[in-house]
């Protein structure tokens, strides 16, 4: 990532900017000018952890980029929840890190990610590696809910093996500039990958969802949803890539984006690309932009729901999908608690 | 279907080579200085004895095309291109005297008649009859042989010529629009063809005037080493209509050469203009040898309220082919319309889509795309659809589709969606499948060969497209994706 050697540097100019085609819509560079100094340390949160009501089985902390861990290794056995919980508390400063997480062949993991801050105006950097074994199992979780000020670019790299399941919900309030960026080498072979992502946006709030995935090998299966909202001048973005390499025959790739402006001002931009080298293969994605149906307001508020209400519940029924999709009961119900309240603002 | 059978037969007759353009018409011809400065400017505006607005004009292009870059963000590779080795203008040599179809050179007649356009008028009456008839503008490498049509055309109040002939005869015209809808700055090629184009089609249709005809330009790049930079531009003025065709052959040749050309179109308040395209420049062997390079700029401005473009086109030839027919929504309740057949096979590459730009109110737009690659080639849509914040109520629906054949094509879709206003619709789907074995079984098990099951198939694929061209020119276009696909499977 070129915002590590900015960093390294500490020239801002080499950070990617919308000149760069995987920037257009993110525009790093104008959002840091200068390479802020480093966050000093911080004091352990007192408060409890976002999606707090999942049990967890293990716990890593990354405060102002300093983990505890380097990484985390499961093992195949009882289906594990392992929390990460990456904490910014920090003012107009700069931290990055970056973990590891491997899945032994036949481990089943499930994966809480949230990324929260305290303070304001700090830049987060935060990189994950995760590798599944033969016949492993993840469900990874991402929130990330931070100040309105911050800017948070957060990376993943995912390798599986064939016959491993990969599942993954990133949900997203957005921030002065938010992004979260997953990159899976998918191996066919009956492994079986499905990339959700959800943003929910107001003020002047930017989420930038972007996902690339290759099928390497044949008989692959993809499934992909992301959905989103944004209202008052908030801007969401949305950058799918499918690749299907040469040989990957047979592959199985679905994509879809819907999202909906709640009001003139705000703005969608969406890239949902396929690019294909192999036969056989069978992709698609759709991709639509709109608004809350009239129709259906109106017949609501004919039956005697005030807006407010009636809005707030199209809003959930359109989002609604996404966050069930969360296989882990305790997950899902936290996830949906967590929208609920993010949509009240929202209404 | 009468038009499948036909296709089918058309197929079974072919013989040696499927490009049947690939000959070289010998005629003397006037060619500029090879390699390109500002005295090749000067050269080819002299040439075509322009004013000293058209050469300033030129001069300021090539002025800002030396300092700009050549784009490469396109999914296309081609070695870089030398721009010095190439010839900017080459002409048939006119004769002394007005030029009347009967003094146009024998050869170039029977060129245009082996690529089957009847230019000579009575040709054209003595076609089938009720049929249709065609004003053809024909242009050979650098400029326009000859325009049909023309009486009656005028007597309608269409002006329909050369590019040179509306710089001598409409400079009001030219000068108002030439250059409004691309302007010199658009980008690398777009700012070439400024500074060099010698020659291409003018049409302004009247307010109110609906085109008694269909207007057509044959474009046939001849002579060795030569660029072809044409220029169009159609001005459908208020409550007017125009259709309007293009279609493109070059000989086989096993260097690669250059087409950039641009085309404006200005549609303003009701004005409708619909543009056709068959394009089949000569696509390079099956190694990959030869081939044209086209380069092209097409865009069209609906800057009057409930105007309309629709562009169509069959993109079958050409080695790489980057072009985006894009339409800037400004009218209120103004509609575009892009609709795309790009064939590509041996180790032809397509980069092409399409960009529809809503600013005004109630704007739709509907974009259709079929791309189909077979052999080692690789086909790409790319598009834009934006909607600004005042284009409220904007409407858009994309559907594009890829069909691959065999083992070793590649297709993709890169399509950007841009929202800015709540009460914007925009859909888009995308699929991408290969040719369905079981229909192919189920085809030949009822007696039709390999091939015609193939093109029978793909003709189903493209069939909503096919349905948007002019009549006599669907059938060429069936003709033309079956021959391109010719060898495709097996």
């Known amino acids: 990532m070129s915002l590590m050697q900015a960093i390294k540097a500490r020239d801002a100019s080499l950070l990617p900017s919308r000149r760069d085609e995987a920037w257009r819509y993110s525009d790093l560079r104008a959002a840091i ?11 352990r949160p007192t408060g409890p952890p976002p999606l707090v009501d999942v049990e967890a089985d293990h716990e890593i902390l990354v405060l102002n980029g300093r983990a505890e861990a380097k990484g985390f290794l499961a093992v195949a056995g009882a289906p594990i929840t392992l929390r990460l919980r990456i904490v910014s508390d920090a003012e107009h400063t700069l931290h990055q890190s970056a973990l590891t997480l491997d899945l032994e062949p036949g481990a089943d993991l499930t994966l809480i990610e949230t990324y929260e801050g305290q303070g ?17 199992r993840l469900e990874r979780i991402v929130l990330v809910d931070e100040p309105a000020d911050a800017i948070s670019i957060s990376r993943s790299e995912i390798e599986l093996q064939p016959g491993a399941r990969l599942a993954q919900t990133v949900v997203c309030s957005g921030a002065r500039l938010q992004r979260h960026e997953t990159e899976v080498r998918h191996p066919g072979g009956g492994a079986d990958v499905r990339l959700d992502g959800l943003y929910l946006l107001d003020g002047k709030r930017h989420a930038d969802l972007t996902t690339v995935l290759a099928h390497t090998a044949p008989d692959g299966t993809t499934r992909q949803l992301t959905k989103g909202l944004a209202k008052d001048q908030a801007r969401g973005v949305f950058q799918g890539r499918i690749l299907v390499e040469e040989g990957a025959d047979r592959t199985d790739a679905r994509m879809g984006h819907h999202a909906l402006l709640l009001n003139d001002g705000a703005e969608i931009d ?15 994605h759709g991709n639509t932009v709109g608004s809350l149906d009239d129709a259906a307001l109106f017949y609501m508020r004919s039956r005697g729901l005030p807006e407010a209400e009636a809005r707030a519940l199209l809003m959930q029924a359109f989002v609604g999908e996404v966050v069930d999709r969360i296989e882990h ?18 209404a | 279907m009468a038009a499948v059978t036909q296709t089918v037969e058309h197929v079974a007759s072919l013989e040696g080579d499927k490009y049947k353009h690939g000959f070289v018409t010998d ?8 390699g390109l400065n500002a005295d090749t400017v000067r050269f080819i505006s002299a040439k075509k004895g322009e004013p000293e607005w058209m050469l300033q004009g030129r001069l300021e292009a090539f002025e800002r095309w030396q300092a700009m870059e050549e784009p490469t963000w396109a999914r296309v590779h081609y070695p870089k291109i030398d721009y010095q080795d190439l010839y900017y203008y080459a002409a048939p040599k006119a004769r002394a005297g007005p030029m009347s179809l009967d003094e146009v050179d024998p050869q170039l007649l029977e060129t245009y008649a082996k690529l089957g356009i009847p230019l000579r008028e009575q040709e054209v009456l003595a076609g089938v009859q009720g049929a249709p008839r065609y004003a053809v503008d024909a242009v050979f490498d650098s400029v326009s042989v000859t325009t049909t049509f023309k009486k009656e055309l005028a007597g309608a109040g269409v002006i329909f010529c050369s590019m040179s002939e509306a710089v001598r005869e409409h400079p009001e015209l030219v000068k108002q629009y030439l250059g409004s809808v691309v302007p010199a700055s658009d980008n690398y090629f777009a700012c070439l063809n400024a500074a060099v184009f ?20 044959y474009f046939r790049i001849n002579a060795e080493n030569t660029g072809q930079f044409e220029r169009t531009l159609i001005i459908a003025d208020k409550g007017a209509y125009v259709s309007y065709l293009e279609g493109c052959t070059a000989p086989m040749r096993d260097e690669n050469q250059l087409h950039a050309a641009v085309v404006e179109l200005v549609a303003l308040d009701d004005a409708q203009i619909k543009y056709s395209t068959v394009q089949n420049w000569y696509p390079g062997d099956s190694e990959g040898k030869g081939g044209i390079y086209n380069f092209v ?39 575009g319309e892009f609709y795309s057949i790009a064939v590509t096979n041996g180790r032809q ?31 790409t849509y790319r598009g834009l659809v934006s909607a600004h914040q005042k284009a409220s109520g904007a409407r858009n629906f994309t559907q594009c589709d890829s069909l691959l054949i065999g083992k070793h094509a590649a297709a993709h879709t890169t399509p950007y969606i841009e929202a800015r206003t709540a009460s914007a619709h925009f859909e888009h789907e995308a699929t991408t499948t290969r040719l369905s074995e079981d229909q192919l079984f189920y085809a030949m098990q009822r007696g039709l060969g390999q091939e015609e099951a193939v093109s029978l198939l793909v003709n189903g694929f493209v069939r909503e497209v096919l349905q948007e061209l002019p009549m006599e020119f669907a059938v060429e276009a069936q003709k033309l994706v079956a021959i391109s696909l010719e060898g495709s499977v097996g």
């Open chain 2, 198 to 217: 010698s020659d291409g089609s003018f049409v302004y249709v009247p307010p109110g005037v609906r085109c008694p005809m269909e207007l057509s330009t």
């Open chain 2, 27 to 34: 005629i003397a011809q006037d060619f500029a200085p090879k």
């Open chain 1, 120 to 136: 304001s105006a700090y830049v987060s950097g935060f990189s994950l590696a995760i590798s599944l074994g033969a016949g492993a």
């Open chain 2, 349 to 379: 590459q397509a980069d092409t889509g399409t960009k529809m730009i809503h600013l005004g109110k109630g704007s739709r737009s509907r974009i259709i795309s079929k791309g189909i690659s077979a052999g080692r080639s690789s086909n």
């Open chain 1, 270 to 284: 969406a890239k949902p690309e396929l690019e294909i080298y192999a036969d056989e293969v069978s992709c698609a």
């Open chain 1, 329 to 346: 009961d305790g997950a899902r119900a936290a996830v949906q608690a967590w929208v609920a309240r993010r949509l009240e603002a929202l």
């Open chain 2, 297 to 335: 700029t097409k865009r069209a401005d609906c800057r009057g309220d409930r105007s309309k473009v629709s562009w169509t086109q069959v993109e079958t030839g050409s080695a790489i082919t980057w072009k985006y027919p894009s339409c800037i929504l400004k009218g209120e309740d103004s509609v």
């Open chain 1, 33 to 43: 000018r200068e390479i802020p100094g480093a966050s000093p340390e911080a004091s």
